[in-house]
């Protein structure tokens, strides 16, 4: 029927009117509380469907994006796990127990090892690392809140772990082709594929991370500041600075460092390159604003060409294998006299023990330790090879040649 909502009303109103006995209308009026009520009911239904109306419109609009997501991951997964904040399903940091970070190292503490799957401290403490394989580098968290572990290579790549104390590992990498971390922590870069990328690391997780395409065989080795060190050909001399923040990866400029030591407090480089015997190279200080181009050089004792070796937090010592005086292994190196060494001043400063099997942990004062070929624990300080008594070695109790342990970097 086509009667309007006015006309209804007023035969509401009349019907009523009709069947009281009074000529008037009650008080109460009956007409209008039926017509009251009425109104309250369509003003209802009409929020319910506006209601519903919406809720249809998220739910939509959520299934639009999720089928634009499904359509745009690729047909495999990813060759690299993230342990990024946005993941969703990322287990959540543990927090410590002294609540910021772990205890305070003391300098003269020496360096904790890792060894059968467990952390040994100097201080006696033992941490259990379940799931995590063999390893291959082993580092501190900032503010000592744990532990970063890189694992040995395998035909499925390399993994990274974080340990947070008190809480279980983490993985944050997994089938990674190379992994490098900054010194401090903070920042790791790994090659994935065909693309070498970078993240900053906060707790235990990984945060906005960056890619480049990057050439065959180029693989991250470390950290100047904020960009990463990128060795451009495993077989050839060369490296590369990437800054993930400003630009691409620019690999060839560099075609003569043969290795990197480690960053001085000047931003510096001390690093490895050709002598002019090719079986004999020599240390120079290379400047990063230039390419790394050599800006001084020093030569004289043999060098091993390994890579292994660290410079000291601040800058005075280098630790690296060679030969000196017809003996080789650990070599003590004075960094302020690369560059126009006098002849009365020797560049070596001591034979500093047996040779170098993996990473050299410096603590913040002035000693080295690093694990020998047979599994022992050498301590060193620069003033004692100075003055003609190399490191001491220590057994570390099971380990051995066959099972080394991993020396923990980092202070």
Known sequence: MHVTQDELERALRETFAQQVAAPRPGAADPAGAAIRRARRTQRRRTATGLAMAAVATVVVSAGVGQLGDATRRPAQPP?????????????????????????????????????????????????????????????RLPENAGWLVVGAPTAAGRTLWAIPRGGTPQVLLDGADAIAVATDGRQVAWRDGGEIAAAGLVRTQLIAPVRTPAPAGAVPVGFVGNAVLVRTDPDRPGHALWSPATAPLEAGSDRTTLNVYGVLPDGRLVGQVPGKVASNPCLALLDPSRTLTPVETACGPALSRDGLGAVSPDGRWLLLNGESGKKAGALLVDVSRIGGTPADQP?????????????????????????????????????????????????????????????????
């Open 79 to 139: 060759t690299v796990v993230l342990g990024d904040p946005s993941n969703q399903a990322r287990p959540e940091p543990l927090p410590s127990p002294t609540g910021v970070g772990g205890p305070p190292v003391a300098p003269d503490a020496g360096p904790d090892v890792l060894l059968d799957g467990a952390i040994l401290g100097a201080d006696g403490e033992r941490v259990a690392l379940d799931g995590i394989g063999p390893a291959e580098r082993a580092q």
């Open 347 to 411: 560049l070596v400063a001591g034979h500093a023990g047996p040779p170098l099997t993996g990473s050299v942990a410096w603590n913040a004062v002035d000693e080295a330790a690093y694990v020998d070929e047979s599994g022992r624990l050498v301590r060193l300080t620069p003033d004692r090879v100075h003055a003609g008594e190399p490191g001491e070695a220590t057994v570390v109790p099971g380990a051995d040649a066959s099972n080394r342990p991993v020396v923990v970097t980092g202070s």
